[in-house]
T-cell receptor
Framework: QQQVKQSPQSLIVQKGGIPIINCAYE??????FPWYQQFPGKGPALLIA?????SEKKEGRFTISFNKSAKQFSLHIMDSQPGDSATYFC???????????FGQGTTLQVKP | DAGVIQSPRHEVTEMGQEVTLRCKPI?????LFWYRQTMMRGLELLIY????????DSGMPEDRFSAKMPNASFSTLKIQPSEPRDSAVYFC?????????????FGPGTRLTVT
């Protein structure tokens, strides 16, 4: 199976809130799990990524939580700001391929 | 570095016409990916190359689509003949490849409209 399922499809939070976006993958042979951020009219850009040998990774206000047994991972955005309003994509990579299989995306709106 | 360069940025064409999209990857990167983005289907991987060799083209929708990478600094995605359902944003991405270098750098995309 090569699917990556992402939820929710859209999310609205107030400034300072903590939006959480979830992803589930099916193939245990995936070994790299990035999150990409995309602004309108731009290409996606890497935000943060994790490997399955750790359960959590934090970079600034962004944290990935990874649950290998459940085949799920999530993105948390601490102290969200209006500038974080964008579309977020999770992805998974089959081992030793470098290719990415993307989730459907989550449109986040952070209200001032 | 200028990043991944794609041209044209916008393309409007009539059904049945040939369309060629172009990509220049980041210098030194040895893997190149072509994606298509639509509201309905999200970001789909069409094809990717390692060291100019096509590795996986299972995402190419049909024979109307073809991609080439004649050298390390240039790739094309061709649609012939184009159809309205091909309307989408097409992205090219490149990565250093190998080892742990999986970060993909995306270009700005080409917005294709087929009327």
């Amino acid at each position: 199976q090569q699917q990556v399922k992402q939820s929710p499809q859209s999310l609205i939070v107030q400034k300072g809130g903590i939006p959480i976006i979830n992803c589930a993958y099916e193939n245990t042979a995936f070994d790299y799990f990035p999150w990409y951020q995309q602004f309108p009219g731009k290409g996606p850009a890497l935000l943060i990524a994790i490997r399955p040998d750790v359960s959590e990774k934090k970079e600034g206000r962004f944290t990935i939580s990874f649950n290998k047994s459940a085949k799920q991972f999530s993105l948390h955005i601490m102290d969200s700001q209006p500038g974080d309003s964008a579309t977020y994509f999770c992805a998974s990579s089959p081992s030793n391929t470098g290719k990415l299989i993307f989730g459907q995306g989550t449109t986040l709106q952070v209200k001032p | 570095d200028a990043g991944v360069i794609q041209s044209p940025r916008h393309e409007v064409t009539e059904m049945g016409q040939e369309v060629t999209l172009r990509c220049k990857p980041i210098s030194g990167h040895n893997s190149l990916f072509w994606y298509r983005q639509t509201m309905m289907r999200g970001l789909e991987l069409l094809i990717y190359f390692n060291n100019n060799v096509p590795i996986d083209d299972s995402g190419m929708p049909e024979d109307r689509f073809s991609a080439k990478m004649p050298n390390a600094s240039f790739s094309t995605l061709k649609i012939q003949p184009s159809e309205p359902r091909d309307s989408a944003v097409y992205f090219c991405a490149s990565t250093l490849g190998g080892g742990n270098s999986y970060e993909q750098y995306f270009g700005p995309g080409t917005r294709l409209t087929v009327t």
